[in-house]
């Protein structure tokens, strides 16, 4: 049975339609998932993102389990407030999942994980640190995300007067924390924005906040859209245990310096970038109506074979876009299989929009 938010009954209010998503009730849209999608381009939208696992690892041994533990180097925070991307990889250099950190003090960071390998990560993280970290899932928390170029400014109108100067000061990648409020500046747009960690109780006021500050209501649909224009991945359907980094156009966040970190998986991927890779992720765009999906075929004539790992049609350039992985000598071409036909397509790099404006 699918777990409420703290926000479930905003949703309802709303009319929202509500799906299960890994075993949580969230909204899909609130009318127009379209209408959702430009208004972050172009102004600025709120998402629940209280499905995420929020965990916190407190110890002296916080900052070595995760020097081992992610393909990225905790060491480059080099101060409270800094958050690092990276990979959680498996003994093969496969990707268990995708996440961020946030270091708090010395001794203290916060991770947030995917909601869909919640069970898998705690398990793993659990057994690298071997009892000698405290690991507590946050359970008593509730995640908002505003997105948009006027996500910032509209929050720091509304919010408390102290936690809006701390805010204002904030650097993409950077958090503050006020009182019982943790806010980053991060999200999975790839637009400019805030992620606002809250107790749970207190996210319904924020919400209807964020509401009467004209900030739109945006659901899953919206946020997939968004991110897949931007070029993020989506762990489980763009990389998982059976992909690397390295071939998931995430080569950028392994941290090979310094050579004597020996974080798992490094072996396999040393290993594989000594021997060349035979795939790559790639962006793939056409003039054609057809939209692209998931798990069609990419064909690349006189090359091979390849896959779409997620495909929409995209709402800011009006044209079919996809992920795929495709054989490492793809060059500038391709087909896509749909319906039995062969839809031509360009291969391009695997962002497609920046700050609402095209990359093509």
């Known amino acids: 049975m699918s777990k409420p938010t703290p926000l479930y009954e905003q949703h309802c209010l709303a009319k929202a339609k509500l799906v299960d998503f890994y075993g949580w009730k969230l909204p899909l849209h609130y009318g127009s998932s379209i209408k959702e999608h430009l208004a972050v381009r172009s102004n600025a939208g709120m998402f629940d993102v209280s499905h995420m ?192 980094p390295l071939e998931s156009a995430l080569d950028w966040t392994v941290a090979w310096e310094p050579t004597d970190r020996d974080f798992i998986g490094r072996g396999s991927l040393e290993s594989q970038r000594q021997h060349g890779l035979k795939r790559k992720l790639v962006g793939l765009v056409s003039e054609c109506k057809a939209v692209f999906r998931a798990e069609q075929k990419v064909i690349v004539p006189e090359v091979g074979e390849g896959v779409i790992t997620s495909g929409t049609f995209s709402p800011t350039l009006q044209k079919p876009v996809a992920l795929a992985r495709v054989p490492m000598d793809t060059a500038d071409t391709c087909f896509v299989e749909i319906r039995g036909k062969k839809i031509p397509a360009r291969v391009v790099k695997p962002r497609f929009v920046k700050q609402g404006k095209s990359l093509l």
């Open 53 to 244: 696992t929020v965990v916190d690892l407190i110890g002296a041994g916080g900052r070595q389990l995760l020097r081992h533990l992610l393909s990225n180097d905790v060491d480059r925070l080099k101060k409270m407030g800094q958050a690092l991307y990276s990979c959680m990889l498996n003994e093969h250099g496969c990707i268990i999942d995708d996440l961020i950190v946030y270091m708090r003090s010395s001794d203290n960071y916060r991770l947030v994980l995917n909601a869909a390998n919640r069970s898998k990560d705690l398990a793993w993280i659990r057994n690298q640190a071997n009892g000698l970290v405290g690991l507590q899932e946050r359970m008593d928390l509730a995640m908002i995300a505003v997105q948009g170029p006027n996500a910032l400014a509209k929050t720091l109108e509304v919010i408390d007067p102290k936690i809006a100067d701390l805010v204002s000061q904030l650097n993409p990648f950077e958090c503050a924390e006020q009182k019982d409020w943790f806010i980053a500046r991060t999200g999975y747009t790839g637009e400019d924005g805030l992620e606002i960690i809250i107790p749970k109780e207190k996210a319904t006021f924020l919400w209807a906040t964020l509401l009467k500050a004209d900030i739109q209501p945006c659901g899953l649909a919206a946020r997939d859209s968004l991110r897949l224009e931007a070029g993020l991945m989506l762990c489980g359907q763009d990389m998982d245990e059976n992909t690397t």
